[in-house]
């Protein structure tokens, strides 16, 4: 160490660049090897707290130049125990007879040590960086300089480096819940099924036999009964869809012209009872689920006929537009239009903005675009103003592995 200055400025380039580009555990060996070789010291351990109960293990442990395997080890009496949490401490020398129980001391033949304690963003102390050799240390208050100057860069990498863990693991398990919620929905509008079709059978059953010998309320009664049951079969069976979405199918490319002829085709009925008239642009070739994008344009054009005054003919413009890494679709429509403050709301599954003797519907339309949208890397939106008309928007992504 016979220029000082320079130790200290190439300290502070290493840690300035170092751990940008490169994966965590190259940032703590190479800092490991790089005090080792520059402070003249046999042994660096860089560790982090690994439980309340008094142990620690190495995030990196460098000996005599080489990086080895990580280890944990508990810190009653090592000289670390007055390091973690506590203050930077220097045993120069005999540290062996300072801490006679530290086995580890006695194998590496440890004569000196430094360490220095590691303090996250709200003061808890999250480990320690420790310099060991067999020989004494004669610049310690060098080496205590250089060991501040990378603690704070090393404590700020572990402290990333916990939540980046955290927020994997509430990640998965966010994926978990949601995998069992999807099971979950699947299977309950899949078993409901069975009794809802068996009430509606009776309830056609009882109709029939009866004929004639019920009074006007009997009938009343019997036709509100036959309506919840009707509906609540298309709710169940538009749930099960829904549970059903990107299950299915093969990723293929697909031409979305093609899509929107069949669709035209499937609705066509529709179409022409209504007086819609529909202008496609040219729209492209996308990678993609056939059925579910199929889905999502018709859910969208159903919706534009529905969604309009009754004395007025629906126009219905669709188009794509390429971006640098997806394709941006939008369906524009003259209907009713959507209040700024449902924009959000009308995505969320049963949402529904409109009585339904106005506008027939289950309200799950447009949570299937959603989740078809989100299936293909993209997103769905719309912008509206009461009674001026809707776009919807959606992506879909060229790039992302779907
Ligand atoms: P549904 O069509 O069965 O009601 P959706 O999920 O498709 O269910 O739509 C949810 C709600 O969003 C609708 O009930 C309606 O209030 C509103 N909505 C959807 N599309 C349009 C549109 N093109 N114009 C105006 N309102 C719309």
Request: one cysteine or more.
């Amino acid at each position: 160490m016979n220029d000082y200055k320079k130790l200290v400025d190439d300290t502070l380039f290493f840690i300035a660049q170092k751990g940008w580009t490169i994966n965590e555990s190259s940032f703590y060996d190479s800092l490991a090897m790089f005090l080792s070789e520059n402070l003249e010291m046999a042994y660096v351990l860089i560790d982090r707290i690994s439980d309340k109960e008094g142990n620690v293990e190495t995030i990196t442990f460098v000996d005599s130049g080489v990086v080895k395997t990580n280890i944990s080890y508990p810190l009653l009496n090592t000289p670390c125990e007055n390091v973690v949490g506590k203050s930077l401490c220097v045993y120069t020398s005999n540290v062996q007879m300072l801490f006679p129980e530290d086995d580890m001391l006695a194998q590496m033949k440890a004569e000196s040590y430094i360490g220095i304690p590691l303090w996250d963003s709200k003061g808890q102390a999250i480990g320690l960086i420790a310099l060991l050799d067999t020989k004494p240390i004669t610049n310690a208050s060098e080496i205590e300089t250089i060991l501040q100057i990378v603690a704070v860069r090393v404590a700020h990498e572990i402290e990333r480096n916990n939540f980046e863990q955290a927020l994997i693991a509430k990640n998965k398990a966010l994926e978990r819940q949601n995998k069992e919620l999807e099971q979950f929905t699947y299977i309950a509008s899949h078993d409901l099924q069975e009794p809802l079709r068996t009430l509606t059978s009776i309830n056609q059953l009882f109709q029939d036999e009866y004929k004639g010998r019920l009074d006007e309320r009997g009938n009343t009664y019997l036709k509100f009964i036959n309506e919840s049951a009707n509906r609540m079969q298309k709710l169940v069976k538009g749930l099960l869809d829904y549970s059903k979405i990107g299950k299915l199918g093969d990723l293929i490319e697909i031409d979305c012209n093609e899509v929107l002829r069949e669709v035209l085709l499937d609705i066509s009925l529709s179409i022409k009872e209504n007086n819609a008239k529909i202008i496609i642009e040219d729209l492209p070739i996308v990678k993609g689920y056939r059925t579910e994008l199929r889905q999502l344009f018709q859910n969208l054009i159903v919706n534009a006929m529905k969604f309009i005054d009754k004395d007025t003919a629906p126009e219905i413009d669709i188009s794509a537009k390429e971006l640098d890494q997806e394709w941006l679709f939008s369906i524009k429509d003259n209907g009713i239009g959507i209040d700024q403050k449902d924009k959000e709301k009308i995505f969320v599954i049963f949402k529904r903005l409109h009585n339904r003797n106005n506008y027939e519907g289950t309200g799950i339309g447009l949570s299937n675009c959603k989740k078809i949208a989100e299936l293909h890397g993209g997103n769905i939106w719309v912008n509206s103003k009461l009674f001026e008309g809707s776009t919807f928007y959606f992506t879909i992504t060229k790039t992302k592995n779907l």
